[in-house]
C-alpha cells in the first residue's frame, strides 16, 4: 500500500478544510458587504438608511477580523505549492494578486472605521456592540478617509472580479490549472487531491523517509 509521502507526491496538493471555509466565508461576507454599501449610499437619510449603515459597519469588522486570522493561519500553515509546470507569469500574478486582496480586506475596513471615528469613542455595531474608533480624528480626516474608502471599495470589486475571472480560467481553460487547490473546484481528471496545510502536511512530512 502507497505511504501517504507517495500518494503526495503524485497527487495534487489543495488547502486544508479550515483555509477553505474561512475563504468562502469571507467571499460570501464581501458580496454581501458590496451589497449592502451600494444599497446604503444610494437611500436618503432616515432610519432605514442607517440600519443598513449598521449593518455595513458589522460585516466589515467581521471581514477584518476573519482576514487577519486567515492571514495568520496562512502564515503559520503556508499553502499548498503551486504545479511546477505553471508558468512564471501566472504565478507571480496569482501571488501579487493574494497580496493585493488580503492588503485591501485590511485597508479597507480600516479606512471606513476612520471615516467614522469623528463621532465620538465608539460606533455601534448590530445589536448595540460599541466598536472602538480611531482617536484624534477631526472632519477632515474623516472626510478624506471616506473618499480613500470609497476608491479602495471599487478597487476591490475590480480586482474580485479579476480573481473571480482568473479561477474560472484557471479551472476550464488552463492545461495546468491549480483552481482545484480551492474546492469546490476539482482537478481536471476528477482525481482527489490531497490536504497539504495545517496538521495534515505535517503528517506528509512526518511520513517522509
Request: charged fraction near 15%; proline fraction near 9%; avoid cysteine.
Amino acid at each position: 500500500m502507497a505511504t501517504v509521502s507517495e500518494a503526495a507526491s503524485r497527487a495534487p496538493l489543495r488547502y486544508s478544510n479550515v483555509a477553505v471555509a474561512l475563504h468562502w466565508t469571507i467571499v460570501v461576507l464581501l458580496l454581501t458587504q458590496v451589497w449592502l454599501g451600494l444599497t446604503f449610499a444610494d437611500m436618503p437619510r432616515g432610519p432605514a438608511r442607517m440600519e443598513y449603515f449598521t449593518w455595513h459597519k458589522t460585516v466589515g469588522a467581521t471581514i477584518l477580523l476573519l482576514t487577519l486570522i486567515r492571514l495568520g493561519y496562512r502564515l503559520k500553515n503556508p499553502p499548498p505549492p503551486y504545479p511546477p509546470d505553471m508558468p512564471d507569469w501566472r504565478r507571480i500574478a496569482a501571488v501579487w494578486s493574494h497580496r493585493l486582496l488580503y492588503t485591501l480586506l485590511i485597508v479597507l475596513p480600516l479606512t471606513g472605521l476612520i471615516a467614522v471615528s469623528d463621532h465620538g469613542p465608539t460606533t455601534a455595531l448590530v445589536g448595540g456592540i460599541p466598536l472602538p474608533t480611531v482617536p484624534g480624528i477631526d472632519q477632515a480626516t474623516s472626510d478624506l478617509s471616506g473618499d480613500v474608502h470609497v476608491f479602495l471599495v471599487w478597487s476591490t470589486i475590480t480586482l474580485l472580479v479579476i480573481h473571480i475571472g482568473a479561477a474560472l480560467y484557471e479551472q476550464f481553460g488552463a492545461r495546468a490549472g491549480v483552481a482545484y487547490r480551492m474546492p469546490p473546484f476539482r482537478t481536471r481528471g476528477g482525481e482527489p487531491a490531497i490536504i497539504a496545510q495545517g496538521s495534515a502536511a505535517a503528517e506528509i512530512e512526518a511520513d517522509r523517509p
